[in-house]
């Protein structure tokens, strides 16, 4: 089992009246999802909380009454305590009987719900603060039974991601350079790090979120205008920040903010053509210069949404414990078909990652995400995008997201985190299925806005070891374990009947731990590029296992 570090849950924005936020023990944390059409462990997702107790290879226990969260500050219980006195009095502070009960085998694996919302005043930076001293309480807690501390991982949904910033910066301040040591790594889940594109839309279209507007300071921190979203790289590694970004503004519950998405796509690029967000937060909102980012096809809230939805723990597991990071970038592309005699003819290019054994997706791309890289005029797909770091350095109100950039340099298509251990045992090597896409539309309204130019599943296998191999299969129809044939013995094993064609993936020579593959059919053929890199920084050393 692998070594768990401390991880704190942060929820997101409780409107004006917090009454119920304050009555939920684990903050929508406990929320989960229920498949009626699906099987064993893909039927019912518990929540975020139940699954990761109950996980068999990522066991969390609930540190649940070891802090207390108080508006007014309380003293010391009269109990006898070794504890120190200072950390049991003030706002946040700790309980010595749970304390000494729950946390006898130390800190790891512990999960804390950090409830800002029980805490005054009603601001970002008094909310930031209560989470530098929560994890103070943790990190010393750590020291008292002898727990070398590794740092906290965080989990934030929304305004949470906020929090999170502002804790984070006010770490830096105290101790220039704290915030890396004391915090691992950071999921933030439709963070409207910058800020809600409606915010700055007429005063009359935002009266009609009368109760929201109560609540001052926190809707402050949603300005699009605002470059605070910068000061993250002062204080902490961008890289060490995931971004999940929400895609599925259908399923949203509040049909008004979908309504002011449409007019903020409007004032920017004059026409309500796409709401490419998750309901509330614009996509480009929900991403950071220099952080990964990955897209799930799910809405801001409410039921299957990125915090009650299983792509939020398995995702965050990932990116927190997994050993190994995944990069699948394009090399190079051809479309041979599609193009309009009349007309103006744009091209685009999407990919979805699903892991084998899971039905939940790592990375989605599609027409109805409206998220698909491009647009491309070039049948190569080399147009200039804009370079998404510089693009996402400006504040929402000046960026307008017509375009959707690469992920990174080199035509990045994904990056992703695996966990080899997450399947059965007795399954050979790593399969991830690769999903690709590429459509056309004509801008100008004379020929069809939704062909379909290429779409094909393709099936990744990688088997580890001191010298890795790849294999690439357009069916379900694996290898049993590595093995040095060539091409035509290796279709053989793979079946006669020609279900699945398969390829040995290319090592490239120049540049160790890459490999390319070919992709195509009617109408485009690519060569796309993989590289798997071991990532230290996840996991314990001592207690992973390669994929």
């Not at 693009?391 to 017509?402: I, S, V």
């Not at 009617?522 to 798997?532: D, E, P, S, V």
Request: charged share 25%.
């Amino acid at each position: 089992m692998t070594e768990l570090r401390p991880l704190i849950l942060v929820r997101g924005f409780g409107g004006a009246d917090v009454s119920d936020e304050q009555a939920s023990p684990y903050q929508g944390f406990n929320d989960g999802t229920v498949y009626p059409n699906k099987r064993g462990e893909n039927y019912i997702y518990e929540g975020f909380v139940l699954r990761a107790f109950k996980s068999d290879r990522y066991r969390y226990h609930d540190a649940t009454n070891v802090v207390g969260f108080y508006a007014d500050p309380v003293g010391a219980p009269p109990v006898d305590s070794d504890i120190a006195p200072d950390l049991l009095e003030g706002t946040v502070v700790l309980d010595p009987t749970v304390e000494a009960r729950v946390l006898s085998q130390g800190t790891a694996g512990t999960i804390w719900i950090y409830r800002y919302y029980d805490l005054r005043p009603r601001a970002l930076e008094s909310y930031g603060s209560g989470l530098v001293r929560l994890i103070e309480l943790i990190e010393r807690s750590a020291a008292r039974h002898t727990e070398q501390f590794r740092g906290v991982d965080i989990v934030a949904h929304s305004m949470g991601g906020l929090v999170t910033r502002e804790g984070v910066l006010a770490m830096h301040r105290q101790e220039p350079g704290s915030a890396k040591r004391r915090i691992h790594r950071i999921v933030t889940l439709g963070t409207p790090h910058r800020g809600i594109a409606f915010q700055r839309a007429p005063d009359w279209l935002l009266r009609v979120l009368p109760k929201v507007n109560d609540a001052g300071d926190e809707m402050a921190s949603f300005r699009p205008d605002s470059t605070r979203f910068l000061d993250w790289e002062e204080a902490f590694d961008t890289r060490r920040i995931l971004t999940v970004v929400g895609t599925d503004y259908r399923s949203y519950n509040i049909a008004v903010t979908t309504v002011l998405n449409r007019v903020a796509t409007l004032f920017d690029e004059g026409h309500a053509n796409y709401n490419r967000s998750d309901g509330l937060v614009k996509q480009a909102s929900a991403q950071l210069p220099g952080a990964p980012r990955t897209f799930v096809h799910k809405a801001h809230g409410g039921k299957d949404s990125l915090v009650t939805s299983r792509e939020a723990y398995e995702v965050s597991m990932r990116f927190f414990h997994a050993r190994h990071r995944v990069a699948l970038s394009l090399d190079s592309a051809k479309i041979t078909r599609g193009g309009d005699w009349f007309g103006r003819s744009e091209f685009f290019f999407g990919v979805s990652i699903k892991p084998r054994y899971v039905d939940f997706e790592l990375f989605h791309q599609s027409v109805q995400a409206e998220n698909c890289y491009g647009p491309f005029r070039k049948a190569d797909l080399t147009d200039d995008l804009p370079d998404l770091v510089e693009e996402l350095r400006k504040p929402l109100a000046a960026y307008g997201d017509q375009t959707t950039g690469w992920a990174g340099p080199g035509r990045l298509i994904w990056e992703g985190w695996v966990d080899g251990g997450d399947k059965p045992p007795d399954v050979p090597g790593l399969v991830f299925r690769a999903d690709v896409y590429v459509g056309e539309r004509d801008t100008f309204g004379i020929g069809f806005s939704d062909n379909v130019v290429f779409r094909k599943q393709y099936y990744v296998q990688v088997f580890p070891g001191a010298t890795p191999q790849i294999f690439v299969h357009t069916g379900e129809h694996y290898l049993a374990g590595p093995y040095a044939l060539e091409l035509e013995q290796l279709q053989e094993r793979a079946g006669d009947d020609h279900r699945s064609e398969i390829q040995r993936a290319r090592p490239v020579e120049s540049s160790p731990g890459e490999w390319t593959f070919d992709i195509g059919g009617t109408g485009f053929t690519a060569r796309l590029r993989i590289k798997i890199e071991s990532d230290p920084e996840a996991g314990s050393p001592a207690a992973q296992t390669p994929p």
